[in-house]
């Protein structure tokens, strides 16, 4: 069981972006976020997410603590594998926090849209001003503590013009994995669009010259689409869950199949139960019946089996429904592709070591030299023998 809790409605930021609505001191109380921890651990699962969201959910920093000290114990006296995630802007992420958050094996996601320009253009504080700073010292404490992290960017069209350089930026302060998350309900021109795609490119370039050199960096939408194209396509456990072992909870205890579709909690068409009563299996079903996509032009298309249109949020986000996929979403789903398709083919080619490992080593297949992978075999298959890709020498 995945248990998310939104430990606070409150933020000390601003984004332009932001899905949860307007920020309010609503705090979730200790004896809500016990019962979230009885959820989490109530079933027979050996396999435990426990992840804490906001609002900023470093402003709750004791009651996080507390929770995941507390989870910790509930795993190690049950013998579970417990996964804990906290997603932070990082403006209050000290070198001790970053300790404390090490030491209970918290995984880190931090919210940062790229280097200086980029981030101020789409997060300031909440009460005016820039956030780098701030945002920079909590990314600083985490390379410095040296475990796994990711960091977020939500590509928007205010940012998107630097998105090549704020990878670039990213990898070079020590971050070891991107994830680009894109802002869709935005309003794209076709000049912004093209300022992503490009942003993509430079994006795929600066993976490439970090693997050449022999280091590993991830950027999430490259590797999403490159290890689906080695599975022979999504499987069922890639795709949104939306409450089926997965749940979010309020502040007020009331449970939503993502932290996505919390925003303020009072919309009551979201809700699939409450934390004292259960979740309702047929507002779960109704839901999940209303995912995507249903759009009549995806059935033909070629990059169906890897599409990632089946978020449902991404899908309410665009288009207003769970089941539409938005024609951004389409368009990101196929450039994305192009782009993965040939930041794969250019490493497999080189054999590069890094590449082998990363991906087809996840696979259980790790060919020494391209000649060496049977050609049988679903991650034998190169790239360009599945789906289009970018001219050659779009990459140097």
């Not at 939503?256 to 909690?265: I, S």
């Not at 996509?293 to 449902?312: I, M, Q, V």
Request: glycine share 10%; aromatic share 8%.
């Amino acid at each position: 069981m995945d248990v998310t809790l939104v430990l606070t409605h409150d933020c000390n930021l601003a984004c332009g972006y932001c899905y949860m609505g307007g920020h309010f001191r609503r705090r979730m109380s200790p004896e809500v976020a016990d019962r979230c921890l009885d959820l989490a651990f109530g079933g027979d699962a050996q396999n435990v997410q426990v992840s804490f969201f906001g609002g900023e959910p470093l402003l709750e920093w004791e009651m996080l603590v507390r929770v995941a000290t507390e989870a910790r114990r509930r795993a190690g006296r049950e013998s579970r594998r417990l996964r804990m995630v906290v997603t932070t802007n990082g403006t209050l992420l000290t070198p001790e926090r970053a300790r404390v958050l090490s030491d209970l094996d918290v995984y880190v996601a931090l919210s940062i849209d790229g280097d200086r320009e980029a981030h101020d253009a789409t997060r300031p504080k909440a009460g005016g001003g820039s956030s780098f700073d701030d945002v920079v010292r909590g990314l600083d404490a985490l390379v410095a503590v040296g475990r796994p992290f990711e960091t977020i960017c939500v590509v928007a069209p205010p940012n998107v013009e630097r998105l090549g350089r704020s990878v670039r930026f990213l990898f070079d302060r020590g971050v070891p994995r991107v994830s680009l998350n894109p802002c869709y309900e935005a309003a794209w021109s076709q000049a912004s669009l093209a300022s992503w795609e490009r942003g993509l490119e430079e994006s795929a370039a600066v993976m490439m010259a970090w693997m050449r050199a022999g280091r590993l960096v991830s950027v999430s939408v490259f590797d999403n689409k490159i290890l689906a194209a080695l599975k022979g396509g999504l499987a069922a456990g890639d795709k949104c869950p939306l409450g089926e072992g997965s749940v979010a909870v309020s502040p007020h205890g009331f449970l939503y199949g993502c932290e996505r579709l919390v925003a303020e909690d009072e919309d009551p068409r979201f809700r699939i139960g409450h934390i004292d009563t259960g979740i309702v299996g047929a507002e779960v079903t109704s839901q999940k019946s209303a995912c995507g996509p249903s759009n009549p032009e995806c059935s033909p298309c070629g990059e169906r089996d890897r599409c990632g249109s089946f978020c449902a949020c991404a899908n309410l986000a665009e288009t207003g429904s769970m089941g539409v996929a938005g024609g951004v979403q389409c368009w990101h789903e196929r450039v994305t592709a192009r782009v993965a398709d040939r930041l794969a083919e250019v490493l497999y080619a080189e054999a590069n070591p890094v590449f082998m490992q990363w991906f087809y080593g996840r696979m259980g297949v790790l060919p020494q030299a391209p000649a060496d992978v049977p050609r049988r075999a679903p991650a034998a298959v190169p790239m360009k023998a599945r789906l289009p890709v970018l001219q050659p020498g779009a990459f140097s």
